[in-house]
């Protein structure tokens, strides 16, 4: 069991910061890939950001120059810096993580979720 605990969401006006954290825990013996998605009311989860092992990073278009990603790999986390905020940002957002567990089964586990909220 791979657990994923996201914090940092909240309330921001619009050009403002926020910064999105989240915790892997349990049985993890490797973890790949780590991301974030959001998803605003009405429409499909979408992919914001992601980053391998290594460090390589994937941005969607509309948060490229804005957001950052970055992960700590000793304590199984991975943050988004999130800057000059837009309405449009406001979603849900979850934290992703794949990898393998101690037993070497795969896994992708999801967050609860963290709202973000932008006021124009």
């Known amino acids: 069991q791979v657990q994923l605990v996201e914090s940092g969401g909240g309330l921001v006006q619009a050009g403002g910061s926020l910064r999105l954290s989240c915790a892997a825990s349990?049985?993890?013996?490797?973890?790949?890939?780590m991301g974030w998605y959001r998803q605003a009311p009405g429409k499909q989860r979408e992919l914001v950001a992601t980053i391998t092992s290594g460090g390589s990073t994937n941005y969607a278009d509309s948060v490229k120059g804005r957001f950052t990603i970055s992960r700590d790999n000793a304590r199984n986390t991975v943050s988004l810096q999130m800057n000059s905020l837009k309405p449009e940002d406001t979603a849900v957002y979850y934290c992703?993580?794949?990898?393998?567990?101690?037993?070497?089964?795969?896994?992708?586990?999801w967050g609860q979720g963290t709202q973000v909220t932008v006021s124009s």
């Open positions: 349990g049985s993890i013996f490797r973890l790949n890939a």
């Open positions: 992703n993580a794949e990898g393998a567990t101690t037993t070497l089964t795969r896994f992708s586990s």
